[in-house]
Nanobody
Framework: QVQVVESGGGLVQPGGSLRLSCEAS????????MAWYRQTPGKERELVAT???????NYADSVKGRFTISRDNAKKTVYLQMNSLKSEDTAIYYC??????WGQGTQVTVSS
């Protein structure tokens, strides 16, 4: 059974930083695209950042310059470094592997 597990969420003050991690299970033979999404109550899940198998990255306009996505292919892990966090970044963050496998989500709350 494929598993995708996120970690690193929590409560942080505005202007602070968090680093999310997402590890894919070993039985995913090949990993191509890795991505982070987020969702708030009553809204659709939105794309935050993506990274291709060769490391090409893309970001939502709302996080450009503040968030950085990176990956460790040997560990089948993708990271999301989030800096200069704002209250509007509060959401459940989900990892997606190969546009197919989802994690359970990790809560990020930005509040003073």
């Amino acid at each position: 059974q494929v598993q995708v597990v996120e970690s690193g969420g929590g409560l942080v003050q505005p202007g602070g930083s968090l680093r999310l991690s997402c590890e894919a299970s070993r039985n995913i033979a090949r990993i191509f695209a890795m991505a982070w999404y987020r969702q708030t109550p009553g809204k659709e899940r939105e794309l935050v950042a993506t990274t291709s198998s060769i490391g090409v990255t893309n970001y939502a306009d709302s996080v450009k310059g503040r968030f950085t996505i990176s990956r460790d292919n040997a560990k089948k892990t993708v990271y999301l470094q989030m800096n200069s966090l704002k209250s509007e970044d509060t959401a459940i963050y989900y990892c997606n592997i190969n546009s197919r496998h989802w994690g359970q989500g990790t809560q990020v709350t930005v509040s003073s």
